[in-house]
């Protein structure tokens, strides 16, 4: 295998695309023209497809021909006269190299006034430029004289190219054969000039030159110095180029044979079977197929690892190559397997569907993310990769495809072998001390702070009890069953251990936070329903006591409230089948009830806080503040405990002799007001006869709120706004008499 990232082909026995074929074509040409007269061939190819190694091959064939060969990269060239100065320098250079001996006196005083030249000639003629219309007579002359501007001073004589010419033949080279890669990767402000003086340049006779360029790119660039050239760029290269030669796109085996070769070598962990799958996805172009494999080869030292199976190769490899050819819909798609209108539950929503409905679902959500250009043939490329990876991870929990994802740019604190050996280690006693040490040991593996290796402890934790739960489940025999369920006891009794930690340790905290409950109660909910057997049902007893001590010392309750999606619940919203709604309306009303005094105490205090109210809509976990004051459903509403702590916030704040805390307070009851009874911008949870209702059974709610709105005068132009507030209360049948209306606000 050639040795580098992105090194071009030297060897022909790995040439599986073809392409010692293209310059063997080539080479044709090149000794069939007349020794007179000068060959100048085009290889034409996109970025990435081999040109490259086309001209390697060639170099071999040409040499073994006895050609003086010449390589010039036009890619460090710097203004117009860049390219050519390169090619006088690369030429002088292998001529020295080949002690071919130049005439003293005649041809090199002359090659060596050249190089000074150059810098003098740095400036094509725009205004020859722009007055080319190459499809009309005559065109070829003006492109002709154009060129000279920059040419005239770099010419040789045809004395000199006699000269030159007889000096190889007499070092025993046959021909002198000049490449020049990469026009396309020069600056596009150069290349016009850079063509024109080429056009005058390549007529030496004798000489064969072999021009490697993306044809698109500078025929582009040609269109972009001048709208003169318009369609006809394609013409003003014709009359450059004498024979072209276009690098055709691999066939499908070739692009397999390519894949399955780099990632053999980049990536040898890979069993076979895994490797010829995903060479069947290898992109077209050969560069980005390598590219592919180096980003898969460089998780080897995470593979090493893990255990054999423990990780989908298949699918992380399929997600790389996605990062490589579409980015954004990569992280439209892992967004999309993680997170659903549900965040806790997206495998059932994803069960929901039928085959074809999920996967057609699948693609709607990530194709917007595809890039305006990519949205052509090469979709369907990217839709084949979406949907084998969607269809590969349909019944996968979501902890595991996150955690297979972040393989790919964070190096993990624990890996699953890891987790298995902490197990152990923490049944022998001492589980805060071996904690300690194994969070030392992890942060030092992956460089990440101690509080976010425990995170990462935390969040394999919830996947390896998961992962057990799967295990018991697929396992029919009752005794290996009832092992299984000893595993999956023993993983939760860990998890347990986690939450027993100080809150001031940093595995006490991750297993207070807001994302580790919420991972927990996404994982149980799921196996709800398992229940066939004592050991089962012994499970789901052990996993709702866990629930509720987690819940319970949760320190960030407000987020994890949100984080449940309380507002979709009974909605029909990727409800589970009716079977298993009761059982989870139990959990629901049994478990979360430990954290709905803190959630509404929590929004019940925003009244008192500068745009406190208003703030909800802005706030990290909206949209539940919004939807708990708005929605007739939510907790401040069904429990009378809300509605008592709102009614005692606000009638404190009403006898405060401070007159910005009144203030405030009478802001946030105007913006708690206009929401319930006229609605937002962004749209309201409450419908029409849900406020008729809110109106009518909660009035002394409603009646200090509104003397909390009218507790203090306001500016005549909140006048209007205050009076249309109060006219929109009572058409939804707020009693007239509980809406105070000072004099002030009748004026």
Not at 282 to 306: D, M, Q
Request: aromatic share 8%; with cysteine.
């Amino acid at each position: 295998m050639v040795n580098g990232h992105d090194a071009a082909l030297t060897d022909r026995r790995e040439d599986l695309l073809g392409r010692w074929g293209v310059a063997r074509a080539i080479h044709r040409v090149i000794c069939g023209a007349p020794k007179n007269w000068s060959t100048r061939v085009g290889l034409y190819g996109k970025w990435g497809t081999g040109k490259t190694s086309v001209l390697n091959f060639l170099r071999q064939i040409e040499s073994e021909a006895n050609s003086l060969v010449v390589t010039v990269s036009a890619w460090s060239a710097i203004a117009e006269s860049g390219v050519v100065e390169l090619l006088y320098s690369e030429l002088s250079a292998e001529l020295s190299r080949k002690k071919v001996k130049l005439p003293r006196f005649h041809l090199a005083r002359r090659w060596a006034s050249k190089i000074p030249g150059m810098r003098v000639a740095q400036g094509l003629s725009a205004v020859a430029v722009a007055a080319l219309n190459l499809g009309t007579p005559g065109s070829g002359e003006l492109a002709s004289s154009a060129g000279k501007v920059v040419a005239s001073r770099l010419r040789f004589s045809k004395s000199d190219v006699e000269a030159l010419m007889s000096a190889t033949r007499n070092a025993g080279f046959e021909r002198i054969v000049i490449f020049v890669d990469d026009l396309d990767r020069a600056d596009p402000r150069v290349l016009p000039g850079t063509l024109l003086a080429l056009r005058e340049l390549l007529d030496w006779p004798g000489l064969s030159f072999v021009l490697a360029f993306d044809r698109d790119v500078v025929a582009d660039a040609l269109v972009n110095y001048s709208r003169s050239f318009g369609d006809s760029a394609d013409r003003f290269l014709e009359k450059i180029v004498d024979v072209a030669f276009s690098i055709s796109e691999p066939t499908s085996e070739q692009s397999q044979a390519l894949a399955m070769q780099a990632l053999a070598t980049c990536a040898p962990f890979l069993e076979r079977g895994v490797a010829e799958e995903l060479s069947r996805f290898a992109p077209s172009n050969p560069r980005t197929a390598k590219l592919v494999a180096r980003s898969v080869g460089a998780l080897a030292a995470v593979a090493e690892r893990h255990d054999p199976q423990e990780v989908d190769w298949l699918m992380v490899g399929l997600q790389q190559t996605l990062r490589c050819v579409a980015p954004d819909v990569a992280i439209a798609l892992e967004r999309e397997l993680t997170v659903g209108p549900d965040s806790t539950t997206p495998e059932l929503i994803r069960a929901a569907f039928k085959d074809e409905e999920y996967l057609e679902a699948t693609w709607k959500a990530v194709s917007a993310a595809l890039l305006p250009e990519k949205n052509g043939p090469g979709s369907a490329y990217v839709k084949r990769i979406v949907e084998r990876i969607a269809r590969g991870r349909r019944y996968t929990p979501v902890a595991r495809i996150a955690y297979e994802c972040r393989l790919s740019f964070e190096e993990p604190s624990f890996t699953f072998r890891e987790y298995r050996a902490l197990l152990s280690a923490v049944s022998g006693g001492k589980f805060a001390d071996t904690i300690g040490s194994c969070l030392s040991a992890g942060s030092s593996r992956s460089g990440a702070t101690t509080d976010e290796a425990a995170t990462e402890l935390a969040r394999i934790a919830v996947l390896g009890y998961d992962l057990a739960l799967d295990a018991a489940s697929r396992i029919k025999p009752d005794g290996l069953h009832r092992e299984c369920c000893v595993e999956a006891s023993n993983r939760l009794a860990f998890l347990g251990g986690l939450l027993g930690l100080g809150e001031g340790t940093p595995a006490g905290r991750a297993a207070r936070s807001a994302a580790h409950c919420a991972s927990m109660w996404s994982v149980f909910l799921r196996w709800l329903h398992f229940d066939m057997n004592e050991s089962d049902r012994q499970l789901r007893e052990d996993e709702k006591r866990h629930l509720l001590r987690s819940f319970a010392k949760c320190i960030e309750p407000r987020r994890l409230y949100a984080s449940l999606s309380p507002w979709d619940w009974g909605r029909g919203i990727f409800e589970p089948p009716s079977g298993d709604r009761a059982r989870i309306a139990e959990w629901r009303s049994e478990v979360v009830e430990g954290i709905i005094p803190s959630v509404t105490e929590a929004v019940a205090r925003s009244f008192l806080d500068p745009d406190g109210v208003a703030g909800l809509e802005r706030a990290d976990d909206a949209p539940l503040g919004v939807w708990m004051l708005e929605s007739p459903s939510s907790p401040f509403y069904a429990d009378e405990r809300g509605l008592a702590m709102l009614t005692d916030i606000i009638r404190s704040g009403l006898t405060s002799s401070d007159q910005q805390s009144m203030s405030i307070l009478c802001e946030n009851a105007y913006v708690y007001l206009a929401w319930l009874f006229e609605g937002r911008r962004g749209g309201t949870w409450a419908t029409d006869q849900e406020r008729r209702g809110i109106a009518g059974r909660y009035v002394p709610l409603i009646t200090i709120a509104w003397d909390a709105v009218v507790a203090a005068r306001y500016q005549f132009r909140m006048l209007s706004g205050i009076k249309k507030l109060r006219d929109s209360m009572i058409a939804v049948g707020v009693p007239s008499e509980v809406l105070a209306e000072p004099e002030w606000l009748r004026g």
